[in-house]
């Protein structure tokens, strides 16, 4: 990250996701940057915040996992005092507000909140100051101008989940390849009503970039 003035200008990074109609899929690249040096080939960007809520995160990596960790901690005290998961629209919020408290000397983090609540799918993507806005296809970061050319091309919102991933490991793969702030190998998380959260297994994430 470097800093001009007072906003912080992030570089590095892809994310994407999608609301699909039975579900939500998000993915990370696994580089993390110092300016032009590769400071770890395999970092998680990628957090599982409930069994129905997840969270990827771009731009300085101690404000992002303490964003983390607040997100989860008030997540499981939502569920513990009135026994229901917490909204998706929810948890955006509370990071929105936590943000904006920030702006006058901003937390440098870039985020997706997505999950599945009682209303469907859900991805907010907000902004180091705090802006929150609710998207069905979005991408982060320095390698997001490539993910969104496949994106446009090949995705659209009456796929399901299945459907999706592929055209999702093309974006991250794609990014990877244009931008050398993104790279080293991708995660790809899945969230739907019915089965919650989990990963794809290195061998899945392998067989559909070969295939």
């Known amino acids: ?22 579900g939500v899929v998000l993915t990370t690249d696994t580089r993390a940057t110092m300016g032009s040096f590769v400071a770890h080939k395999h970092a998680k960007k990628v957090y599982q915040i409930d069994h129905h809520l997840a969270m990827t995160i771009a731009g300085v990596v101690g404000d992002a996992q ?13 569920r513990l005092d009135l026994a229901r ?27 997706l909140i997505g999950g599945v609540d009682d209303s469907g799918g859900h991805i907010f993507m907000l902004d180091p100051l705090g802006s929150m806005m609710e998207e069905k296809y979005v991408s982060t970061g320095s390698g997001s101008p490539v993910a969104y050319g496949v994106l446009e091309s090949e995705w659209n919102d009456k796929m399901n989940v299945k459907e999706s991933v592929p055209v999702v490991v093309r974006a991250i793969d794609s990014a990877m390849k244009r931008d050398s702030a ?3 190998s991708f995660d790809v998380a899945l969230i739907t009503k019915d089965g919650g959260y989990r990963e794809l297994t290195e061998d899945e994430k392998k067989h559909i970039l070969h295939a």
């Open 85 to 111: 998961p917490i909204p998706v629209n929810s948890a955006a919020r509370l990071v929105s507000n936590v943000l904006f408290q920030s702006r006058y000397y901003p937390m440098g983090v870039q985020a």
């Open 1 to 22: 990250m470097q800093r001009t003035g007072k906003l912080p200008v992030l570089k590095g990074t892809t994310t994407i996701g999608v609301v699909c109609h039975d």
């Open 66 to 78: 303490a964003i983390v960790e607040m997100l989860r901690a008030n997540s499981a005290l939502y």
């Open 182 to 184: 993104s790279g080293d």
